[in-house]
Structure formats: structure tokens, C-alpha cells
């Protein structure tokens, strides 16, 4: 099992991964967070992948990272199927839905506002965390927690996706070093 956080995708191309998740990496490459994203094939399916972080988003990023991977801008008809895991005390403030080790962060089935995720705590207690910072308790569970038994030794390293470096600072090259 992964002890790190991690987002697992169905239903999708590995070129569409890799151009959302380049997407991803250059929006927001000045947090920190999208440098080294590592995107993995799940052996058995050329459909299914797993992406890890090696440097851990706070909350607010990983749920933003679920959701645009759900809504990824200029793919049309597009109907994956996320759910990011995240470790609980990776969270330094206060928060309603604590209990456990593990959230599960997905985008609800009935959302139609595409600027919040769901979340369901190991207790099975769920919750609505919207991107303007607001977290709010939903009585009725949509999905039930499930931690999948994720072993890496089934997934193939497609690539690490790094920021596209800014060329524009770069000093123009002089006429003589051309050839």
C-alpha cells in the first residue's frame, strides 16, 4: 500500500494525462507543489494511472488538482474517473473532518458549480470543500471511503512532468555562437 498521497485516473488516454497534468504543472509551478509530478501506467491498463507528488500540495492544491483533472480545460465529452487520497496530517489547520489517516477527494456526480470537491473521512463522514475556503459537513454519504491496496510494482513510470522552464529571461545567444 502507498504511504504517500497519491490520485488515481480511469477512463482516460495517456496522451490526455500527460497534456492535463503539463497543464496542471505550469499553472502552478510557482507553488512548489507541481515540481516532479510523476505520472505511472497501471500495467494491465492502458486507461488507468496513478500520479504521486514529490513535493507534498497542501490540501487546497491536491483538491484543485483533483478537479481539474475531472474538468481539465479544452476536453470536451471527457468522463474520468478520480479519486486523489490524501493523509490527514499533512492538514495543519484546524478542520472538521479529521478523524482517520486517510480523505478521499473526488468530484461529486452531482456537481454542477465545478469549484469544489467531496471528501469522505475514514468515518464515512462527508463533506463539501469548495475553493473559496469554506468546508461544509453533507449529511448523506455519496461514496463510501475505500483505500485501494495500491502496489507501485503494477504501475510503469509513463514520466515525471516538471514546469516548462521561462526562456524569456534568458540572454540571446551572439551571432558567432549560432553554429
Excluded at 103 to 130: C, G, H, P, R
Amino acid at each position: 500500500m502507498l504511504k504517500e498521497d497519491f490520485i488515481l485516473i480511469e477512463n482516460v488516454a495517456e496522451k490526455d494525462m500527460l497534456t492535463i497534468l503539463s497543464n496542471i504543472v505550469n499553472m502552478y509551478a510557482d507553488s512548489g507543489f507541481t515540481e516532479g509530478i510523476q505520472l505511472f501506467k497501471n500495467n494491465n491498463s492502458d486507461r488507468r494511472f496513478l500520479v504521486t507528488f514529490k513535493n507534498t500540495p497542501d490540501l487546497e492544491h491536491f483538491a484543485y488538482f483533483v478537479n481539474y483533472i475531472y474538468y481539465p480545460e479544452g476536453f470536451e465529452a471527457f468522463k474520468p474517473i478520480v479519486n486523489g487520497f490524501y493523509q490527514v496530517n499533512h492538514i495543519e489547520k484546524v478542520i472538521d473532518f479529521k478523524p482517520g489517516d486517510w480523505l478521499q477527494i473526488y468530484v461529486s456526480k452531482n456537481d454542477s458549480t465545478y469549484d469544489n470537491v467531496s471528501m469522505v473521512n475514514t468515518a464515512n463522514e462527508s463533506f463539501l470543500f469548495d475553493f473559496g475556503g469554506k468546508t461544509k459537513k453533507i449529511p448523506l454519504t455519496e461514496e463510501k471511503y475505500c483505500m485501494p491496496a495500491i502496489d507501485k510494482a503494477e504501475y510503469a513510470l509513463v514520466k515525471v512532468i516538471r514546469p516548462v522552464s521561462d526562456t524569456s529571461q534568458e540572454i540571446p545567444k551572439p551571432w558567432w555562437k549560432f553554429w
